[in-house]
Structures are given as structure tokens and as C-alpha cells.
């Protein structure tokens, strides 16, 4: 994807969740985690909302015309660390199959950057599933590092 493509990037609406759940839903973890069912959708307007409530966090969307062909949610974390430094986490990151490997991803992670820099951040952090070996070099490739060992735990 040349840099002549116009890609409006923009908070979502809720008109926009079917296509975020159906990017959320085709990739190799996706496909067993998510429900695209028409039952399942209430669960994700309920998220949406709860984001959309939330003062801190932000839920993007990246249109190509009137199609969304990305998304990602930035959250800014205030903390005591680092001089009480706020951080910026970006999770859910997706890019369309049939645009993937074109440079929407770069230009998503760039916006995500600006964005938290705008709003005050001194660093932009995420996690990324460890099977995911080809967005653990996308990552790299746009300077992000290996830095720490990840620990959840499911409730």
C-alpha cells in the first residue's frame, strides 16, 4: 500500500463493530477466540461502549473509503514509575487480510505513536501473543524491543 492510498484513521463507532470483530476474528488465534455469531456481537457493543465511555482510551478505526481495513485501541496509563510517567498501551491491532504485508500496519503503529506522544506519553508499549513470529519482527522492524517477560493470568 503506497503512501497515495488515503486512509482515514479516526476513533470508531458502533456502527463499525461487525467489521473490527471480523478482523479481530481472521488470524490464527482469532478464528477459536472470537464469536462473529449474530449473539455474540452484543458482547462486543457492550465493549465498545465501555471504551467509549472510558476517558482514556480509545478504540481506532482506519477506513478506505467507507470499508474498515484496521484497527487498534490506545489506552493511556497514568503510573508512579519513571518520574510518574504515563504510558500509552496499544492492543488489539489489526490489519484486513486483503491489506496485509502493504503498510497499513506501519502507518497505524506511526498514528498510535503520534497520538500517544500528543497526548503526553512517554512510552507506547504492547504485547503480542508469542506465536505471533511475524508481528514480533514487525514490531521490531519499527523499533519497538523485547524488553520484559509478559504474565497473565485468567479470571
Not at 470483530?21 to 461502549?49: H, I, P
Not at 478504540?59 to 484496521?70: C, K, M, S
Amino acid at each position: 500500500m503506497g503512501g497515495d492510498v488515503t486512509i482515514d484513521i479516526r476513533p470508531a463507532e458502533r456502527h463499525h463493530v461487525p467489521a473490527i470483530v471480523e478482523m479481530l476474528a481472521d488470524d490464527e488465534l482469532g478464528a477459536s477466540r472470537e464469536n462473529t455469531s449474530s449473539e455474540g456481537l452484543a458482547d462486543y457493543e457492550r465493549a465498545f461502549d465501555a471504551i467509549a465511555a472510558h476517558p482514556t482510551s480509545t478504540l481506532y478505526v482506519a477506513l478506505l473509503g467507507d470499508q474498515v481495513v484496521g484497527t487498534f485501541q490506545l489506552t493511556l496509563i497514568p503510573g508512579m514509575s519513571q518520574r510518574g510517567m504515563t504510558r500509552a498501551d496499544v492492543e488489539a491491532v489489526r490489519v484486513h487480510a486483503s491489506l496485509r504485508g502493504k503498510g497499513l500496519g506501519a502507518r497505524l503503529m506511526a498514528f498510535a505513536r503520534s497520538e500517544a506522544e500528543r497526548q503526553g506519553a512517554g512510552m507506547l508499549q504492547l504485547t503480542s501473543n508469542k506465536v505471533r513470529g511475524d508481528a514480533h519482527r514487525f514490531y521490531e522492524r519499527l523499533g519497538f524491543a523485547r524488553s520484559h517477560e509478559g504474565f497473565k493470568l485468567k479470571l
